[in-house]
C-alpha cells in the first residue's frame, strides 16, 4: 500500500506541475490581452504631385488598395480605411488601421511612389483612436483640377492650421459615411466626393501645410520611428566599468 500511496503522491505531484503558471505565461497572456485592447491609429499625409493623369492617379489607387489586403492578410488584421485626394498639384492622405500597417504604408509610399508623390511630409499621426473617421472602407478621390485662386496667408500657426484641416476632413468623412454604402465602395465614394467639391479642403490650404518645413518629411519619420535607435549610457564610457553586485542596483 506504501509504493501505492508513493506513486499516487507522485502522479498528484506530477499534475499539480502541469497546472502550475509561469511568469512566461502570465506576460503573454497580458500581451495577448493588451493586443486585443490596442485601438487603431491614424496618419494624414500630404505630398506634392506634377502632371499625373487621371489614369496614373487610378493606378496609384489600385496598388494601394491591393497593398492593403495583402497586409491585411499577412497581418491577420482589420481593413484600413481613409481617403487619398487627388488634387491638381497636391495628394492628401488619410489612413486608420493598425500601427504595423500604418508603418508598412508609409514605407510603401516612400519607396514605391517616392518619383510620384513629392516631398511627403506627415501632417499628422495620432495613436488608439477611439473611432474611425471614415467607417466603409479606402477610396482614392480624383477631383477636378482648378486654378489656385492665391496662396494662403494667414497668422495662425502651423498647428492650428493642420487641426483646422482636420476639421473639415471630419466634416467630409461624416458625410461619407451617411451617404456612401460599403457595396462598390471604392468607385462610389469617388463619384460622390467629386460631386461634393465644397466639403474638401482647399488645395490653398493643402499647399500652405505641403510647404511647411516644419513638419517632418515621409524619409526623416520612417528613419525615426522604424530605424533602431542604438543608446550609449554615460557609465558605459567609463573605465574601468561599475560592478555591481546586483542588477537593480
Known amino acids: ?9 507522485r502522479m498528484s505531484l506530477h499534475g499539480f506541475e ?18 486585443k485592447k490596442r485601438m487603431m491609429d491614424r496618419v494624414f499625409v500630404v505630398s506634392k504631385i506634377y502632371n ?5 492617379k487610378k493606378l496609384i489607387g489600385s496598388h494601394l488598395e491591393k497593398f492593403f489586403k495583402t497586409s491585411q492578410q499577412q497581418l491577420s488584421q482589420e481593413f484600413p480605411s481613409g481617403i487619398m485626394l487627388f488634387y491638381n498639384n497636391h495628394v492628401l492622405s488619410c489612413v ?8 508598412m504604408y508609409l514605407k510603401e509610399l516612400e519607396q514605391q511612389f517616392g518619383q510620384s508623390l513629392l516631398e511627403s511630409r506627415v501632417m499628422c499621426y495620432t ?25 494662403l496667408e494667414t497668422s495662425e500657426s502651423i498647428e492650428q492650421v493642420v487641426v483646422n484641416t482636420i476639421k473639415e476632413m471630419l466634416v467630409l468623412a461624416e458625410t461619407v459615411n451617411h451617404n456612401v454604402p460599403k457595396v462598390n465602395y471604392r468607385a462610389r465614394c469617388d463619384t460622390f466626393v467629386s460631386s461634393k467639391a465644397h466639403l474638401v479642403p482647399d488645395e490653398e490650404l493643402v499647399e500652405y501645410v505641403a510647404n511647411d518645413k516644419t513638419l517632418q518629411t515621409l524619409a526623416d519619420f520612417n528613419v525615426k520611428y522604424i530605424k533602431p535607435l542604438d543608446v550609449v549610457l554615460d557609465q558605459e564610457l567609463e573605465y574601468p566599468l561599475q560592478v555591481r553586485l546586483f542588477p537593480y542596483m
Not at 1 to 9: C, D, G, H, T
Not at 20 to 30: F, Q, T, Y
Not at 52 to 56: F, G, T
Not at 96 to 103: A, F, V, Y
Open 1 to 9: 500500500r506504501s509504493n501505492e500511496y508513493k506513486s499516487y503522491l
Open 18 to 35: 502541469a497546472a502550475r503558471v509561469s511568469l512566461h505565461d502570465i506576460a503573454m497572456e497580458k500581451l495577448r490581452a493588451g493586443n
Open 52 to 56: 499625373l493623369e487621371v489614369k496614373e
Open 96 to 103: 486608420e488601421s493598425s500601427q504595423e500597417i500604418l508603418m
Open 127 to 151: 495613436e488608439n483612436i477611439p473611432n474611425r473617421m471614415f467607417q466603409n472602407g479606402w477610396s482614392e478621390v480624383c477631383l477636378q483640377p482648378r486654378i489656385l485662386e492665391s496662396k
